[in-house]
Nanobody, 128 residues
Framework: QVQLVESGGGSVQAGGSLRLSCAAS????????MGWFRQVPGKEREGVAG???????GYADSVKGRFTISQDNAKNTLYLQMNSLKPEDTANYYC??????????????????????WGQGTQVTVSS
């Protein structure tokens, strides 16, 4: 059974930085893409950053130039480095993994429906 466990969330002032981690385990099938998503109560979950198995990445316009996604395959860990944080970045952040090739195509990399494994989330709060 695939397990994704996020860590690294917390509270920070605007302009600060955080690094989220996601430890993955239990894979018995291929892993095509991994991504970070976020959700605010009352709103839909949205894609923040994604990385394909070949290493190509994609970002939401709102975080481009501030967030960086990376992975350490030896450690089975996904990261999200978040710099220059803004109050509007406040959300519960989720790690996700995909086993189909849907996420390889363009904007599907950041589409919730393209992912079939999810972590429990970690809260990020940015104060002004």
């Amino acid at each position: 059974q695939v397990q994704l466990v996020e860590s690294g969330g917390g509270s920070v002032q605007a302009g600060g930085s955080l690094r989220l981690s996601c430890a993955a385990s239990g894979y018995t099938s291929r892993r095509t893409c991994m991504g970070w998503f976020r959700q605010v109560p009352g709103k839909e979950r949205e894609g923040v950053a994604g990385i394909r198995s070949g290493g190509s990445t994609g970002y939401a316009d709102s975080v481009k130039g501030r967030f960086t996604i990376s992975q350490d395959n030896a450690k089975n860990t996904l990261y999200l480095q978040m710099n220059s944080l803004k109050p509007e970045d406040t959300a519960n952040y989720y790690c996700a993994a995909a086993s189909s090739s849907t996420c390889y195509s363009g904007s599907w990399l950041l589409a919730v429906i393209a992912y079939n494994y999810w972590g429990q989330g970690t809260q990020v709060t940015v104060s002004s």
